[in-house]
């Protein structure tokens, strides 16, 4: 198995500008989520999903938009760059939701917002 | 967010020496998880833990639920133990993550 993979692993982005981070789980894992980690801080969640078709926010949804339209996939959008976006985002995923799964995690993308 | 504070923020320790770890939560949990981030940026996941405590290898993770405490121990340390370490917590559907403890073993 590939585990949890995340492209492109760095991006430069000009303020304004769209782009999606692409995430993929080949373990049919349910439960997939976005983290973005800035220096001085924990994680935060930004979205999360409990199954295809199902998504949430977490605690930073703004700017940020997913979608679940397959298990295997968890794309990340940013509709509008801001430099408030840069940092080193971090997808998750595991078997069946919270309650208890160990909690497997891809690379990372770091992006840069200019 | 303050729900998971860790301490200390930064280690540096001697090979071999005995390494302890501390997190300290405020909210009902599930669960308690340590992942281990290496240099280049990985998360993995090291314990996932409830009640009790848990060894594997030189790792040793114990937690104390009535106090909202949870220590993680590394016995023997070695400089492929530098890595930053991570606590977090189950709270209803989502995890709360502390800041990270860096630790770094010297030969």
């Known amino acids: 198995n590939a585990g949890v993979t995340q492209t492109p692993k760095f991006q430069v982005l000009k303020t304004g500008q769209s782009m999606t981070l692409q995430c993929a789980q080949d373990?049919?894992?349910?439960?997939m989520s976005w983290y973005r980690q800035d220096p001085g801080m924990g994680l935060r969640l930004i979205h999360y999903s409990v199954g295809a078709g199902i998504t949430d926010q977490g605690e930073v949804p703004n700017g940020y938009n997913v979608s679940r339209s397959t298990t295997e996939d968890f794309p990340l959008r940013l509709l509008s760059a801001a430099p408030s976006q840069t940092s080193v985002y971090f997808c998750?995923?595991?078997?069946?939701?919270?309650?208890?799964?160990?909690?497997?995690f891809g690379p990372g993308t770091r992006l840069l917002v200019l | 967010n303050n729900e998971v504070e860790q301490s200390p923020q930064n280690l540096t320790a001697q090979v071999g020496e005995f390494i302890t770890i501390n997190c300290s939560y405020s909210?009902?949990?599930?669960?308690l998880h340590w992942l281990q981030q290496h240099p280049g940026g990985g998360i993995v996941s090291l314990f996932m833990?409830?009640?009790g405590k848990k060894k594997h290898g030189r790792l040793i993770a114990t937690i104390n639920i009535q106090e909202k405490h949870s220590s993680l121990h590394i016995t023997a340390s070695h400089p492929r133990d530098s890595a930053v370490y991570i606590c977090a917590v189950e709270g209803g559907n989502q995890f709360y993550f502390g800041t990270g403890t860096s630790l770094t073993v010297i030969p």
């Open positions: 909210v009902g949990i599930s669960a």
């Open positions: 833990l409830s009640s």
């Open positions: 998750a995923s595991s078997r069946t939701g919270l309650a208890q799964e160990t909690q497997y």
């Open positions: 373990m049919n894992h349910e439960y």
